[in-house]
Structures are given as C-alpha cells and as structure tokens.
C-alpha cells in the first residue's frame, strides 16, 4: 500500500511548512511497455535534506531519482520544484545534478578541466572557475591533484572528482545513483563519511538511490523505503528500523523475526502460544497481527528460565557477535548475540515488553521472517536452472 509522505511527516510531529520544501512530488505514475514502474507517488522532499531512496531492484527509486533530475516524464503527475511545476523543463534548466555509478569523467581532461567543464560550458570568467575549482578540490580532499591525469586515480579519488565537478555549478539538489557501487567495502563505508560530511558542510539537498539498508541508515536524515512501484514507509533511519510499518519494510531494513500473532487487548500480544506484554496499543481485541523482534533484542536464558525454549540448529561467528538460528515450534528465529552456543544446545529466550513491535497485517504478511527459508534461497541462487528474477528483468535500470 502506498502511504504518502504528507502522512508519513505528520505522524512524526514534523510541521509542514511549504516554504521549506523544495521538491514536490504529486501523484507521480510511470508506466513502460504497459508495466507499471511507480504508481501515484506522493512525495516531498525539504531544502538541505539528506534523503534517501531505499529499496530493491526494480522497486522505482531510479525511476523516481530521473523525473526530479528532467531524463523521464511522468505519464501523470506534477513534478514541484521550489514551488513551481517543472513538468516538461529540460534536465539542463534544472537547478539539479547527478552523480551516477559510472562518474562518467573525460578521460581525456586532467583533474582540473573535469571539475571546470559545466563551469566553462556556462561561460563563467576564467578567475571565478580556478577559485571555484580550488574550492572544490579542498571540499574533496584532492588538493594538489590539479594536473593529474583521470586514469591514474583510485576509484576512491575518482568519485571524488565526480562529486567536485558536480558540486562547481552550484546545484540546488544534487543527485546521486548508486555513486558508491563499485567501491570496495572499506572505501565505501569510508565514502559515506565523507559524503554525509559534504552535504552538511554545505547544506544543500541529497537525493540518494540505494539498495544498501545499512548505507541508508548511516547516512540519511530521511529514509524513503520503496518497493513494487510504491512507497511503503517514510522517516528517519531510527523511525524505519524501530517502528517498521509492515513486514516488507520490517525484512528490508535489517534482519527480523516476522511472527503471526494476535493483539488480545491493549500492551497484550499472543504468538508461539503464549501472551506477552507489550507497549503497543490502539488495535482491534483479538486481531490478527505480524509481530517484530529484532535479533539483537532476543536474551538468551537457561531453558528452563526462557519464556520460550528452542534447539539451535546453527551458528556462525560475524566478528563481534555470534549469530544463532534457533528453532522454536518449527519457526526459526534468528538470535545475535555475544554468549556462544552449540548446535544442538536447548536454550530459553526472554524479550523485554519494549523490543516488541506490533504491526497490522498486510500483503507482505508471511512472505518474510522465519529464517528456515535461507538456505533453500541460497541454493537457488546457485542453481544454473534458476530463471531469471523479474527484478532482473525490469525495465528499470537500478
């Protein structure tokens, strides 16, 4: 189901005030080859926010992040920007640039004239393009690489060169795609840093497009979780990974544990046959929901001491936690935590009323969750026979 933004805000005491908002989206649709890639999309977007589209391949995210920048028109819909409809005007009258995962630098142009190109295609005096190209080297970090040539930099430095040549021209929003998708880990994780840092230096708005859960939730002031041409959950990373709204956004924004419950009264919850207590409230008595525990927010007991007992039937060591399949009534919950067990150990869990989150039920209800379900997945995918995904196959290039 799609939630429009204005709901999304609202609900978090955010207070709408239009002379802060810069993009406005208004029932966007977007259809090609009669496959309907965004469906009534209602979304806006405040001047120097960090905001990022997050969701899978083929959700819509680039489709979207293309109709702000002017490369698609929407089949219906109103594009705002800065209070004004901008349906129909040209990418380069826009007050946007883009950064896409392929930087797209001229090879044959050193560091400098890859900065000063929009510069020089705008006619800006020569004096105010070397000081506007020297400030964004040191914006970047790439002081003294003037006359370097472009192939000879690091995929790190490059990007750096992307950003700089984007940032010359003074763009009200800046676009990107995917900017950090070749990169390695470390120098990704390393890159987020020193993009979150730019964009607060100089306090102008980022659209980001990831299917990175992790680099949404360490960057963004706003995260907008998007999946089959919909909006499915808008707030900040805190909002999106503590109070998910179903259990698509619950299952994309980290590892959960999705269990079919029923809300017996107000703070009461039953599921695996037993009734908790909770700290939500405002459901139907006796109504059927979807109930979230996050992995980290399980505690490990002596069996006899848990609320609920299991056998663990895996476990694997990430560094700083161990992570433990358990299984529980032939559901398989996924723990983490810093206490080792065996395979085949019987242990107790207890969940703090707190770490509990109740959701209604909706179309994604029982598609995610149980963690049975991993290996069979990750055979597939190694499987020759496996037909393509329809994400592979999407019109959309993400």
């Known amino acids: ?16 005030n239009e ?16 496959q ?61 640039n883009t950064i896409f995962q392929r930087y797209a630098l001229f090879p044959h142009l050193n560091v ?3 900065i000063a190109f929009g510069l020089k295609n705008k006619k800006v005096p020569k004096d105010e393009i070397s000081k506007t190209v020297t400030e964004m080297l040191g914006l970047v970090n790439l002081k003294g690489f003037e006359k370097r040539n472009i192939e000879s930099l690091s995929g790190g430095q490059q990007q750096r060169v992307a950003i700089a040549r984007a940032l010359a021209v003074r ?21 987020q840093f020193e993009l979150k840092n730019i964009q607060q ?22 995260i907008v979780v998007m999946n089959s041409g919909e909006i499915q959950q808008i707030g900040s990373p805190t909002d999106i990974y503590n109070e998910p709204v179903n259990a698509f956004v619950a299952d994309f924004i980290g590892e959960s544990n999705i269990l079919d419950g029923i809300m017996r009264d107000d703070y009461y919850v039953e599921f695996e046959g037993m009734r908790f207590k909770c700290v939500d409230k405002g459901f139907g008595k006796n ?13 490990i007991v002596p069996s006899e001491q848990g609320m609920l007992r299991g056998e663990v039937t895996s476990v694997t060591f990430k560094g700083v936690h161990y992570e433990i399949i358990v299984d529980i009534n032939g559901f398989k919950w996924m723990i983490q935590t810093t206490e080792k067990s065996e395979v085949g150990d ?37 499987d020759p026979n496996t037909e393509q995904s329809e994400d592979e196959n999407a019109q959309e290039e993400e």
């Open 287 to 299: 109504e059927p929901v979807d109930v979230v525990i996050r992995p980290e927010d399980v505690d």
């Open 1 to 16: 189901m799609s939630i429009p933004n204005y709901i999304h805000r609202l609900e978090r005491g955010c207070k709408l």
């Open 112 to 114: 400098y004239d890859n």
């Open 19 to 34: 002379k802060t908002i810069i993009i406005n989206l208004k029932n966007i649709s977007v259809s090609f080859d009669e």
């Open 171 to 191: 763009p009200r929003v800046l676009l990107l795609d995917e900017p950090l998708g070749a990169l390695d880990l470390k120098l990704r994780k390393d890159m």
């Open 201 to 222: 230096r100089l306090g102008i708005t980022f659209i980001y497009v990831t299917h990175d859960q992790e680099e949404a939730l360490s960057m963004s002031d706003t």
């Open 346 to 382: 019987v242990i107790g869990i207890s969940i703090k009323p707190e770490e509990i989150q109740v959701m209604k039920k909706s179309e994604y209800s029982g598609l995610y969750g149980d963690y049975s379900s991993f290996s069979d997945e990750f055979d597939g995918l190694s």
């Open 36 to 96: 309907q890639i965004l469906k009534n999309i209602n979304l806006f977007i405040r001047d120097g926010e960090f905001v990022t589209l997050l969701g899978p391949s083929g959700c819509g995210k680039t489709t979207t992040l293309r109709i702000i920048a002017g490369f698609l028109e929407p089949d219906s819909g109103e594009v705002i920007f800065d209070g004004k409809t901008i349906n129909g005007v040209p990418a380069y009258k826009r007050q946007v």
